[in-house]
T-cell receptor
Framework: KAGVTQTPRYLIKTRGQQVTLSCSPI?????VSWYQQTPGQGLQFLFE???????NKGNFPGRFSGRQFSNSRSEMNVSTLELGDSALYLC?????????????FGPGTRLLVL | DQQVKQNSPSLSVQEGRISILNCDYT??????FLWYKKYPAEGPTFLIS???IKDKNEDGRFTVFLNKSAKHLSLHIVPSQPGDSAVYFC??????????WGAGTKLIIKP
């Protein structure tokens, strides 16, 4: 069974631009969560989608948004990029909306904002 | 304010010895804790978890200890192997089933 895939793997943008990241969960998984990882900060929860509905949202500004499609694939969008948005963005999928230990992570998208 | 803290950014241990990774938390309402391991260029993978009703959980070479009064948990790896070299994240689950993550500890196993 294929794992969680994220595209693109690397991205360079400039301040003020917007970016869309994509995540394809493991086949059959209906929950997708997004995290931001920056050095020294661990993983910060962005949001979680289950069956196309956003169930939980972390403490990030409205510039960060996401959505989930009927095939469970998810996208996250960051508008008006700031230098501080440079980070590794991780997507995780799970079969259900509970039992966080069954989250499977993708390799991440590394975003650099210049 | 970080609710989950891993105060050691890195730890170096000789192969075959015990590795002890520590994690402190501030919210006494956390009742489920997890450890994840992350290799470079890969996403984190789940390692072991513990519920607050227990003080110890063991899985092969990995044991997690929980001290609720001290709001402290630790991960023991015995014996340490070269393949254990990775970044280890401690995470706590809040009442909304969200994970609050520590900053990670980079474990280096020396041959």
């Amino acid at each position: 069974k294929a794992g969680v895939t994220q595209t693109p793997r690397y991205l360079i943008k400039t301040r003020g631009q917007q970016v869309t990241l994509s995540c394809s969960p493991i086949s059959g998984h209906r929950s997708v969560s997004w995290y931001q990882q920056t050095p020294g900060q661990g993983l910060q929860f962005l949001f979680e989608y289950f069956s196309e509905t956003q169930r939980n949202k972390g403490n990030f500004p409205g510039r960060f948004s996401g959505r989930q499609f009927s095939n469970s694939r998810s996208e996250m969008n960051v508008s008006t990029l700031e230098l501080g948005d440079s980070a590794l963005y991780l997507c995780a999928s799970s079969l259900t909306e509970i039992l966080q230990e069954t989250q499977y992570f993708g390799p991440g998208t590394r975003l650099l904002v210049l | 304010d970080q609710q989950v803290k891993q105060n050691s950014p890195s730890l170096s241990v000789q192969e075959g010895r015990i590795s002890i990774l520590n994690c402190d938390y501030t919210n006494s309402m956390f009742d489920y804790f997890l450890w994840y391991k992350k290799y470079p260029a890969e996403g984190p993978t789940f390692l072991i978890s513990i519920s607050s009703i227990k003080d110890k959980n063991e899985d092969g070479r990995f044991t997690v200890f929980l001290n609720k009064s001290a709001k402290h948990l630790s991960l023991h790896i015995v014996p340490s192997q070269p393949g254990d070299s990775a970044v280890y994240f401690c995470a706590a689950m809040d009442s909304n089933y969200q994970l609050i993550w520590g900053a990670g500890t980079k474990l280096i196993i020396k041959p």
